[in-house]
């Protein structure tokens, strides 16, 4: 009587077959939180770059009401506390450093010499013209992540604020040859000049309050501007 051979699966392949599948099980939970954690890190992501577009496009407009007659090159603008080596030398239209035959003038084409004005909308605004005109301006953005099989959505909320501050470097005065002549930027800038400066600071602020624990922060965009007028183009005539 001759014994035939049939396949089958041992006790050892049993206990590898279902150690595998209990690995797998176990692992699934964890894979299906790292998929939707992917898709909060990108939605947090495109929260960031809306924050840092709208920078970007605050810094595009003229750097004062004053700056935004399109029929005249920007004027530098006199300012009322700024640091006084940045003034105008004189009724020579330049300031310290300024070459002679540089466009960057305190005098407008015109003749005419302006101060920089209060922060905020001007009057006779139809829209928004210079970079302090965005002070106060708060929207909110829907920010949606795509990469996971479901969407996931959350609503941000972007702040925009405006304030001059302090143009005055530590070290030494710009008069002075030997000075270091650097202004030291801390992302703060608490205290905020009596009046008029150099530097204007544009703030944007990111928050998702009670928003997914990615979003649930605040994030914050320091960009400056500095009152140094406008430079004119090279013209070719053909
Ligand atoms: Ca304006
Ligand atoms: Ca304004």
Known sequence: MSKKLRPAITMIELIFAL???GIVLMSAPTLISMASKSGYVAMQQE????????ANIVMGYHWD??????????PILQVSSGDSNLNEIGTTGRRLGTPQESYRTF??????RFNASTLGNDAGDTEKDDIDDFSGDSYLREVESASS???????????????YIF???????????????????????????????NIKKITVTLTNPGG??????????NAFSCN???????????
């Open 65 to 74: 009401e004053n700056n935004t007659d399109e029929m005249y090159l920007d």
């Open 228 to 238: 140094i007028g406008a430079y004119e183009l090279e013209e070719r005539n053909f």
């Open 149 to 163: 099989d479901y969407i996931e959505s959350d609503t941000i909320q972007i702040n925009t604020s405006v304030s």
């Open 167 to 197: 143009d005055t470097p530590g070290g030494g005065s710009y008069a002075d040859p030997g000075a270091d002549k650097k202004i030291t930027f801390n992302p703060n800038f608490t205290s905020t000049p009596p009046g008029t400066t």
């Open 107 to 112: 005098v407008r084409s015109d003749g005419q």
């Open 47 to 54: 929260a960031i770059n809306e924050a840092a577009s709208q």
């Open 19 to 21: 150690v595998i599948m």
């Open 212 to 221: 997914i624990d990615e979003l649930d922060k605040t994030i914050v965009f």
